[in-house]
């Protein structure tokens, strides 16, 4: 079986440095506060709740809470909660991905322009830019909401995209509100590290018998992927972590592919990979076909 790994598969250069300062952080002493995981992946979120580091889910969380430093994640944060995390008194590390600050930054400046944010408005990242927005925003997820945003035809807009959005469903969208004659200032802000994987993920989903996408069910880009890849090829499987692996399913394939959402450490594709290796994958095989019999 010949295994090939995607290059961008893994920790994208926002996540990993929002992990390295959580473990930085750690060293500077307790305690420590992430709102919301620090990212969408299970074993990382636990390792640091091991070493005392605590998830906050809400705002209220924080009044009682002994004061600590706060770590803002990769997504951001709107410009209001920035405000009511510092009334508390907790020591704040914004760890908001530069990327993401770019999108704070354009959309807060457009004064004249209604801004269309493309993306899922239930994405924290999507939430973090509303609050940028000044309260002049429309939120477009999918075709259909482009084919119904309506504002009157002298409205200036300014399109931007969430950072992990698919690049050619944003064209789409683009080209739908272009042809309602809105005056339109478009600014692609999909990162280029999200939109090289998602590339890569396709090229390599389309040569592969079986492919499989590893990250954490609530990571948004890892499900962007896993579409991607399904598309393209038939035996796509979407797993969290090397548990999550039917090792049968792949026995009939030659060629397989892997790829791994922004969240995803590298500890985990490692583990991946050398399982698929045919010498462990045989190895392991063999062992599940062990009947023990006990007199
Ligand atoms: Fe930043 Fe791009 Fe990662 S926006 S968090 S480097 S996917």
Not at 37 to 59: M, Q, S
Not at 61 to 90: A, F, M, N, Q
Not at 205 to 217: F, H, L, P, T, W
Not at 274 to 289: D, I, R
Request: proline share 3%.
């Amino acid at each position: 079986m010949k295994i090939k790994v995607a290059d961008s598969a893994g920790f994208c250069f926002g996540v990993q440095r929002a992990v390295d300062l959580v473990y930085k952080e750690i060293s500077n002493g307790l305690p420590i506060y992430t709102y919301g995981p620090i990212i969408h992946n299970d074993e990382v979120v636990e390792d640091l709740r091991k070493k005392g580091v605590k998830v906050i889910e809400t705002l209220e969380e924080l009044k009682d809470l002994p004061k600590g430093t706060i770590i803002i994640r990769s997504h951001g944060i709107s410009r209001k909660v920035y405000d009511e995390i510092s009334s508390y008194g907790h020591n704040i590390k914004d760890a908001t991905c530069p990327f993401v600050k770019k999108i704070h930054n354009i959309v807060n400046k457009q004064d004249e322009r209604h801004i269309i944010i493309v993306g899922n408005p239930g994405h924290p990242e999507v939430q973090g830019i509303m609050g940028w927005c000044n309260n002049n925003y429309t939120v477009v997820e999918d075709i259909e909401g482009a084919m119904n945003f309506n504002l009157p035809l002298d409205v200036k807009i300014c399109i931007v995209a969430q950072t992990t959005y698919n690049y050619n469903r944003f064209q789409d969208l683009v080209e739908i509100i272009s042809k309602k004659g809105y005056d339109i200032f478009v600014l692609n802000t999909i990162c280029n590290a999200t939109q090289s994987r998602q590339q890569e993920a396709y090229e390599l989903a389309k040569k592969s018998e079986a492919m499989i996408v590893i990250g954490g069910k609530q990571s948004s880009n890892t499900r962007k992927l896993y579409e991607i890849c399904k598309k393209e090829c038939e035996n796509t499987y979407y797993i969290q972590k090397l548990d999550d692996l039917d090792l049968n399913s792949f026995k009939s394939f030659r060629n397989v592919g892997i790829t791994a959402g922004a969240s995803t450490p590298h500890n985990i594709i490692k583990e991946v990979l050398t399982v698929m290796s045919e010498k462990s994958f045989e190895q392991l095989l063999e062992e599940e076909n062990v009947v023990e019999i006990n007199n």
